[in-house]
């Protein structure tokens, strides 16, 4: 009930109160607001609060679309084939049956808001940033905006605990890219090129990411994968080298640009003591360990959580990997740290499986004991026993994580 500025003892009329606050409107935070929209008068009221004052096209969302995913009804552009490359070496992967899809933000931001603003138990509150962290009084959370008090029995902070820092993650992804169109034909739109491999830098795993749409327009991204978290700065003159070797004697134009930096492999996460608060999205579980793909887990998390939610039940936070899972990833991430220079035979083997399905729904969180199976065998075996020892002892920064976080 909202609080009443008329009756005594109330608070002031800037604050109000809801049965739950959620703390950023990102990915996570949006997508468990839709979840609850689509309950109607059934839905705890809801309050979102977001410090942009408005959406951008500043991201994409991808995964392999098995026909268990989620919102595919958002999917700009499907793939039936992805390429890995290095050296003199290619292979073509088929994934028809698993195509590899991709969700522009434009499309889920505007789909997000048009279902919300139909939704009567739910706010988004843009421009509105959080200033100070989150105090329980007298059985309520209270967050202090920039507009005032916001009071809630329940709070989902989406927010990152922490900056992306150097020993917080046994691994960084850091990705820049550009958006582009060129005046004459350079893609292959039925073809995206999921790894195409360059010379590493010392500790880095560098490989340029390419998403075409047309013939004449893609995302074209750098991608490193190391120890630090790198900038926009970090990556420029990789991108710009890039760009010029696909877009070739055309000129082009940037239509857009994106950059994310995403853990890969995190120490445990504090879940907190109290259940009417918790801590999601890409920083606090949301992002698999050993890839970074993050959207269709966050979509069964907020399935979950809302319903749970719309029970009268505390939320939900994200759920651990199987053990099984999160001993793969770590190892896997181990020896990519320990070996980068190694990195690009070994993407190159794990999808030349027999079977390519196997990588697939092990980077969808669907695989199988003879996934597991397979993937192991296909790694060497001196490189994967030499890491086995930092797995199940990780240094300090990463040792509430066991195996992996």
Not at 53 to 63: A, L, M
Not at 338 to 346: D, F, S, Y
């Amino acid at each position: 009930m909202l609080p009443c500025a008329a009756c005594p003892g109330s608070k002031p009329a800037m604050q109000t109160e809801s049965d739950i606050l959620i703390l950023g409107g990102g990915c996570a935070g949006l997508s468990l607001a839709l979840r609850l929209a689509a309950d109607g008068e059934k839905a705890p009221s809801t309050v979102i609060l977001e410090s942009r004052s408005h959406y951008s096209n500043d991201r994409t969302w991808c995964f392999w679309d098995d026909g268990s995913a989620h919102l595919c009804e958002l999917v700009q552009h499907r793939w039936p084939m992805v390429t890995l490359a290095h050296g003199g070496r290619r292979i073509n992967v088929d994934c028809h049956t698993s195509p590899y899809a991709m969700i522009p933000a434009e499309n889920f931001y505007a789909h997000v808001r048009d279902k919300l603003a139909e939704a009567v138990r739910i706010t988004l509150a843009m421009n509105e940033p959080v200033i100070g962290e989150p105090r329980k009084e007298g059985g309520l959370w209270r967050v202090e905006t920039s507009s005032g008090s916001r009071w809630a029995k329940r709070l989902i902070d989406t927010r990152p605990q922490r900056m992306p820092d150097r020993g917080a993650a046994v691994l960084w992804q850091s990705f820049y890219g550009h958006e582009i169109e060129c005046d004459a034909d350079r893609f292959d739109p039925g073809v995206a090129r999921l790894m195409d491999f360059s010379p590493n830098k010392k500790g880095r795993i560098t490989f340029l990411y390419l998403l075409p749409f047309s013939p004449r327009r893609a995302l074209v991204e750098i991608t490193v994968l190391a120890p630090d978290p790198l900038g926009p700065e970090d990556l420029a003159e990789e991108l710009a080298a890039f760009i010029r070797r696909q877009a070739g004697e055309s000129s082009h134009a940037v239509l857009r640009a994106e950059h994310g930096v995403l853990p890969m492999g995190q120490a445990a996460f504090d879940r907190g003591a109290d259940v009417s608060h918790v801590r999601v999205g890409v920083a606090a579980g949301g992002a698999r360990a050993a890839s970074g793909f993050a959207f269709q887990r966050i979509q069964r998390w907020a399935n979950a959580c809302a319903t749970e939610l719309i029970a009268g039940q505390p939320p939900l936070s994200h759920p651990s990997d199987p053990s099984i899972t999160r001993a793969m990833d770590a190892l896997f991430l181990h020896v990519l740290r320990a070996h980068p220079e190694r990195a690009p035979e070994l993407f190159l083997e794990l999808f030349s499986l027999q079977d390519p399905r196997r990588i697939i729904r092990f980077m969808s969180d669907h695989a199988v004991m003879a996934d597991y199976a397979a993937i192991i065998l296909a790694l060497p075996p001196w490189l994967v026993l030499g890491e086995i020892p930092k797995v199940l002892w990780p240094p300090p920064s990463l040792r509430e994580g066991g195996l992996g976080g």
